[in-house]
């Protein structure tokens, strides 16, 4: 059945060598109860040890039922164990976290029985050891002698061929040293058992065969046995550790120990609490400044005007810091002067513009200081007012299209969408009172977030107003004003010079007459911006379009085109910007006084800028047109600066994680050591080294899913004091907030950590020699 041919197995430590085996050469039948008696150290447990697998010999070879295990591999052991070997140990060698019949099954787990056959063999194993009641429990529950019962159950469970015993009775009592002997007797009935025992008085009482051992060699054989020629019929079933079983070991392992293990997840999770509030703040503060970028940005929208800006004119100003030793002075412009660019907001410019991707900018506002003849009915009379946007003192090109409208005298226009809808109003506006503006015809009147509407709007409505006066909205809504085309407003003399007329009652009820009606009061929405649209009036800006296009073809115009030096109604005399302004009062310019483009999101303005900056390529500086993105300057300062802070923060609370994994380290080598028996013990049952590292892997997972977890938990906890905190101190609300999947990548980092960390420890463990592992008390 088996036999050891010259066996033999020498330890070298320091100058010292213990012959452990020397030259052993021994056959054992199929079924005898054999018992090796030697004293200490003669080498005995190393003899059982080789035979069962769990130590290699040095040379010579070990015959299994006629097979050499010269050629066997780590993985043929481990079968080999697994199948043909039970054993039993002095120290009964239970796992203590796994129950009594968990432990009996483990032999089985590793080679694949299913459960319920692994459950009835379980059983039956304890049935026959007499502990049917006891299945349920821990190992720390029994006396030793059960535990030793126990031990036995799992030796046997598998039904091995051959079954191990170094010193079983070593730690008991005489009177259950007795039962046991005799349950080993009984079970040798069935097998070959090999026993070694200091106790020759039990050897002899049940023992079929003694050998006497000492020095690494067989001293006596009472029954000596040869072995025939063999057929070699011996075959292995593979076994293997399922990841579920690692789990299993390692969750009741962890279990045992919760104080511990809960506060190596904490220390370990310091690192992804710190990442996840750093990544929380910084994505709060990334939405405050997103949302206040893009309430900036509609407050400050990319500006064309007439005259603007050239900044890399402004960029060239004089940085010598010493002083001119010249006996002279030079003229010279002002740099804000040379900086001043006249931009040609021609028709190609226009069209450009509007060849815009409507994705990159779906608002753009085309203000034209278009002039328009109102007329009102107050009170049954009828008056002329002036409304119109161009610039107040009336000369020339204005600069400032904004300026003009801030004096609320023109009123503001706001765009219509590209696309045709109405959203820019009622995303950015809030309705006081009445309704959203639908017909070219409708205006509105925006009031500041003090309810304050400026008091000249009310007066270009035509209401007669004093400072501080007070109006109920529904007198406000409804009123009405009427715009009169030129050729009905104006009349000529004999002279040929033009007037504007006075029968306001009939120029209400000519066909080309427009009424506006005021919709709606409106307010601005966001807390950071005081408007887009001055305060006062405001109006489409296909309004003004619609009164060019009545007005650019009536007669005063023509009139006025044929003789450009001549004002067309006072018979002034008129330079060229004097002429311009007329014209434009008189509603025939086709120059916008400016274009305010509305990028659709904060980071698709960076396209429309490049998209007007194309505009310039190869264009002779006279040709250029320049804009002012007074909303670039404020935002690429604070987003950069959240980043770097993100980052530094991120990088101090990575050094944490990093120490979190190193901790995670040391815990798993702690456990490597604490649990070298139960790496000694499953091997012996013919778990692979794989298995071992897949343990340690499972509990390094357990603990690093737990840290993150438990780190995302504490992270979150901590977003609402933080909150409190930030709200009281800056005023911003819900500024923490932990992105879900910032949440789940910082749990798969934890874990991956952890693994790596705990992953050279499980090797270790794997690495373990079983025969030493056991050992080890
Ligand atoms: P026994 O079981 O008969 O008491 P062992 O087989 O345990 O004896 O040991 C035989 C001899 O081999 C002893 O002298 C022991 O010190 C030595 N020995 C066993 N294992 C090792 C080892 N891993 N390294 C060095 N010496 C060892
Ligand atoms: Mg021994």
Redesign the pocket.
Known sequence: MLELKHIKKY?H?GDTL?K?QDDVSVAFRKQEFVAIL?P???????MLNIIGGLDRYDSGDLIIKGKSTKTFKDADWDAYRNNSIGFIFQSYNLITHLSIIDNVEMGMTLSGVSAAEKRKKAEDALIRVGLKEHMHKNPNQLSGGQMQRVAIARAIANDPEILLADEPTGALDSETSEEIMQLIKDLSKERLVVM?THNPDLAHKYADRIID?ADGQIQHDSHPHVEGDKEDNFELKRTKMSYFTALKLSWNNIRTKKGRTFLTMFASSIGIIGIAIVLALSNGFQKQIDQTQSETMAAMPITVSQVGNDPSALAQQNNNKGFSKHKYVTAEQSATDKAQHVNKLNDKYLDYVNKMSKKKAKNIAVTYGTGMNLIRESDGKWQAIKFSNANPNGKGIDASAMMAQSTGVGGSVYPIDRNGKQSFLKKNYKLLSGAYPTKTTDIVLVADRDNVVNINALRNLGMKVSEKQKYNYKDLIGTKIQVVANNDYYQQLPTGNYIPGNNYAQMAKAGNTKTLRVTGVLRIKSKNSDGLLANGIAYSDRLTKEVMNDNKTSAIVQAQEKNPSKNIMTGAAMDESTAAATMTMLGATKTPTSIQIYPTTFKGKDKVLDYLDKYNKGKSKANKVVYTDMAGTVSSMTGGLMDAITYVLIAFAAISLVTSMIMIAILTYTSVLERTKEIGVLKALGARKKDITRVFDAETAILGVGSGLLGILIAWLCTFPINIVLKNVTGLAGVAVLNPIHAIVLVIIATVLTLLGGHIPARMAAKKDA??AL?SA
């Open positions: 330890y430590v213990t452990a030697g200490s150290g003669s080498g005995k447990t190393t070694v051992f025969a030493i050992r």
